[in-house]
Structure formats: C-alpha cells, structure tokens
C-alpha cells in the first residue's frame, strides 16, 4: 500500500523559481522523509524530520511536517537544471522498524 | 568506498525461469530493504531484513523469496510465481534499532522477463 501521495504528479518551472512539492499521509507516523530519484537511478535521502518537528531546512530544501493535517511539504528555492528528478515521500510508521511507506513522487523538470 | 551495490544493471529473462537479484552493502548496516518500482509509481516493499537470519515479508512479497545469511547481502530471487515481474528493482539498507534513520540505496536492477 501507498501511504504518501505527492501534489502535484508533475511540475515544470523555469531556472531559479521556487519549486514546491506537497505530500499527504493517513496515518500517524515517527517521521516523514524525502528522496530525490534521477531517471533510472537509485534514490538519494534528502531529508528527515520527526514528528515532533515543524519545519527543518537543509541548503536550498525547506520541508514542513503538519501532523495535525498529515502533510508536508517539501519548498526548492532558487531551482536549478540539476534539481530535474523525481521527489518521493516516504513516512516511517513502523514502530521503530524504519519501515518506509512511499508516496506515488513529483516529476520536476526545471528548465533554463 | 562504501555503498551498496547491485548487480546486474539490467537482467533479461524468459517466462517460467527463477531468476537471483544480487545486493551488496559495506556500511555495516543491520537493516536491509528490497523494493519495487512501476514505471511513474513510487516504491513498494516486497522483503526486508532487519537482522541476520531473519527477515520479514512486505506489501507485496507473493512470488519473491529472499535470504539473509551475511550482514553484507540480501538476495532477491523472482520465482516463476510472480505474475508480473518486469520491473525495476531497488536495494536499501540503514542502521537497525529504534531510531530514524535515512536508507540508503543502491543503484538498482532492471528486470525485463519475456
């Protein structure tokens, strides 16, 4: 099962804009995390954040976390062609298992 | 230089032949992960290890069979059982124990049974 949907599917923006990506959940969870998948690649961790936290930044990300609506989202500042991937959701609900749920992901594409 | 590898990068095979996906780490992680991903889905986890000797089904394990007898592998085997099995094959791994931590992931196995 899918626990993680992803809004937009897809998103197209030019080079320096924001890029920002929404994932909902249903149940309750120890942590939400991002990944970053290239075309036919592996996927790339680019953030965790507990559910006790609010908002976390690394770099260019900014991710919120708002378990009361179950959702977080997930802000690109000042994109770059290199962004271009897919981005994932994935919710930990396990119990300490660090089982991942994944969501369905955004395609973005930034262009120049 | 640590990682997690897997072989080979794309696998052909015919219909009705078991076929053995290879994953590799050198992390000295506990935890290891087979998923599988559809073209424009996300993933979904067919089997996943949390210690040596033991393992524990996923969401979609029918057809998949799996072993873990070293620390540093986690062989998928696609049996014939699987209705569908071309897809693309993803390995993880990550610390064990009770805290939150990242997976980190190989490069991934592209099976195509004809």
Redesign the interface.
């Given at each position: 099962?899918?626990q993680?949907e992803e809004d937009p599917q897809a998103l197209s923006i030019q080079e320096g804009e924001n890029a920002t990506m929404n994932c909902s959940y249903k149940t309750s969870i120890?942590?939400l995390?991002w990944?970053r998948q290239n075309s036919?690649?592996?996927?790339?961790?680019l953030i965790?954040i507990?559910s006790n936290e609010r908002e976390k930044h690394s770099g260019r990300l900014r991710v919120t976390l708002d378990t009361s609506k179950k959702s977080s989202s997930l802000l690109i500042t000042a994109s770059r062609a290199a962004d271009t991937a897919s981005y994932?959701c994935?919710t930990?609900n396990s119990g300490?298992?660090?089982?991942?749920?994944?969501?369905?992901?955004t395609q973005l594409k930034v262009e120049l | 230089d640590g990682g997690i590898t897997q072989s080979p990068k794309y696998l052909f095979r015919k219909e009705g032949q078991n076929v053995t996906l290879s994953c590799e780490q050198n992390l000295n992680h506990d935890a290891m992960y087979w998923y599988r991903q559809d073209p424009g889905q996300g993933l979904r986890l067919i089997y996943y290890s949390q210690i040596v000797n033991d393992f524990q089904k996923g969401d979609i394990a029918e057809g998949y069979s799996v072993s873990r007898e070293k620390k540093e592998s986690f062989p998928l085997t696609v049996t014939s059982a699987q209705k569908n099995p071309t897809a693309f094959y993803l390995c993880a791994s990550t610390n064990g124990g009770t805290g939150a931590y990242e997976q980190y992931f190989g490069p991934g196995t592209r099976l195509t049974v004809t």
């Open positions: 099962s899918q993680g120890n942590n995390q990944y036919g690649r592996g996927l790339v961790h965790l507990r994932f994935a930990d300490g298992g660090n089982k991942l749920t994944f969501g369905t992901g | -």
